[in-house]
């Protein structure tokens, strides 16, 4: 039976919660991301509906039509200097306290999002700890009776999915451009995401292949700042990506076929970024490989490129490129060399409007099945992606995404697995399809209190191609459809 029905309606409420949203009035104020999460690539910079609120209007402005269109007063984070508000201090150090209920500092009547309490130690040491919790729901027209939602990811089941427990310790550093500084980021996540984010050499130990629950370290890097030069070294976030692996840095659930496939999110090496002026920083390193925690072919990557912010933040530009040897381990053959490169653009249309346009391209020698048995040819592929950010109010906000990937040598994009109860997928894989992809999402994000955020989203994805070489199969409906409609929610609380 098809969902089509209720998958439309799910939509069509997503439409009118949008109308419905410019006159809400609850006064909540806007939720405000942990950037301390620092999960994310040097220079990256969230998307606008993430964004803390602008200010609230002049004392001669137009009065606001609900209490939702006025951004709340910024509060004091519980572990800054200066929260003296509080009666009972945890830390002499920094001067917070508990409020009646013994939940943690409560500064700024309530308009700081809440955060775990931090231990002295961990405070006289200048280290955060946090977190959040990711869990949604995805709805698929074509009701696979494997509820395997195809290429889609990372919400790639037809089910309930807790996509992330995720916990973090984080020590930036700060040098203001003088002296020296040292500081690291520790990340440990549970969740369904781990089959997208495993290294090689690390959770294929820790978890087996065929569990659709595990774990996943996705940082684990000390960092060393001197003067405007900042190295980390361990496993930290590539550099080529706009949209990220922490939930809480992206506006949509699913993801795009340009992040899930194209791009080297997680690696493990040494990464500098080099702060050239206010506007201009330069970043260069070298690490095992994609997705690599052991060097399974002793060649190193390259990982560099540049990242440009006008004055006034409002355009910002950045180039990436990645270069080394591969080896896929789906194909058990020896890869030569990998390169990919990729181009974001992001402008501020106006206070409330952002636009984002990224570009993808790849080629791989020996990676895609040759003219006859057992041999292989150059592969290439590419995508476009753009965005479109509305701020609706502090508290609701509209996106809408549109893709195209083009991978006519069928070696990057995957779909279902031989078998079908296979939980384990693994999305880079290879043994793809020879096509064209599309996929265009629209979605809200609502934030009914400081730490949470809501983001239902409708996506429509379709193929243009030859069937599976290594399947025979098509991307979507258990291999039966070159097309599928979704509708999901996830929900994310901070804490």
């Not at 006025?70 to 200066?82: D, I, L, Q």
């Not at 820790?206 to 405007?228: F, R």
């Not at 949470?452 to 599976?468: F, K, L, M, Q, T």
């Amino acid at each position: 039976m098809s969902k089509m029905p209720l998958i439309l309606s799910l939509c069509l409420a997503v439409v009118l919660s949008y109308g419905a949203a410019v006159v809400a009035d609850d006064g909540f104020p806007s939720l405000q991301q942990p950037a301390s999460s620092r999960t994310i690539s040097f220079g990256y910079q969230e998307p606008a509906a993430n964004a803390p609120a602008a200010a609230a209007p002049a004392a001669d402005a137009p009065a606001a039509k609900s209490p939702s269109d006025v951004a709340p007063p910024v509060a004091k984070p519980a572990t800054e200097p200066g929260c003296a508000t509080c009666a009972e201090p945890v830390c002499p150090s920094c001067g917070c306290g508990k409020d009646a209920a013994g939940l943690g500092c409560r500064c700024g009547a309530g308009a700081a999002p809440w955060t775990i309490p931090q231990p002295c130690v961990l405070q006289n040491m200048g280290i955060k700890a946090g977190g959040w919790l990711q869990q949604g729901v995805t709805a698929n027209n074509q009701y696979p009776l494997s509820h395997f939602n195809g290429p889609v990811a990372l919400n790639d089941r037809d089910e309930y999915e807790m996509n992330q427990a995720w916990f973090f310790l984080d020590r930036p550093t700060n040098t203001r451009g003088y002296g020296w500084d040292i500081g690291g980021h520790l990340d440990v996540v549970y969740g369904t995401d781990w089959r997208f984010g495993q290294g090689w050499g690390l959770e294929n130990h820790i978890n087996s292949e065929d569990q659709l629950y595990g774990w996943v370290l996705p940082q684990m890097y000390g960092e060393v700042a001197v003067n405007n030069l900042t190295v980390r070294g361990g496993r930290m976030a590539g550099l080529l990506c706009y949209e990220q692996v922490p939930a809480v840095a992206n506006f949509f659930y699913s993801h795009s076929y340009t992040m899930t496939y194209t791009e080297p999110q997680l690696i493990t090496g040494v990464v500098g970024d080099y702060k050239l002026s206010d506007e201009l920083s330069v970043q260069a390193g070298i690490h095992q490989g994609w997705y690599m925690w052991e060097d399974v072919n002793d060649h190193k990557d390259f990982i560099g490129g540049v990242n440009w912010a006008s004055s006034d933040k409002k355009t910002q530009i950045g180039y990436h490129l990645d270069n080394g040897w591969q080896n896929n381990l789906a194909q058990m053959a020896q890869m030569k060399n990998w390169f990919a490169h990729s181009f974001v653009f992001q402008q501020q249309l106006s206070g409330d409007l952002k636009y984002v346009f990224q570009h993808n391209l790849g080629a791989a020698q020996d990676m895609a099945p040759g003219d006859e048995p057992g041999t292989f040819k150059d592969a290439r592929w590419y995508t476009i992606n753009q965005y479109l950010f509305y701020t609706i109010n502090p508290r609701w906000s509209a996106g809408a995404r549109i893709e195209w990937m083009r991978d006519r040598d069928g070696v990057k994009v995957s779909g279902l697995a031989a078998n079908p109860d296979f939980a384990g997928v693994r999305a880079w894989d290879g043994f793809g399809y020879a096509g064209d992809f599309y996929e265009f999402t629209m979605g809200l994000n609502y934030r009914p209190s400081p730490n949470w955020v809501i983001r239902p989203e409708c996506r429509w994805d379709w193929y243009n191609g030859a069937r599976s070489w290594a399947l025979d199969n098509l991307p979507f409906g258990d291999g039966t459809s070159d097309n599928q409609f979704t509708f999901a929610v996830d929900a994310i609380v901070t804490f």
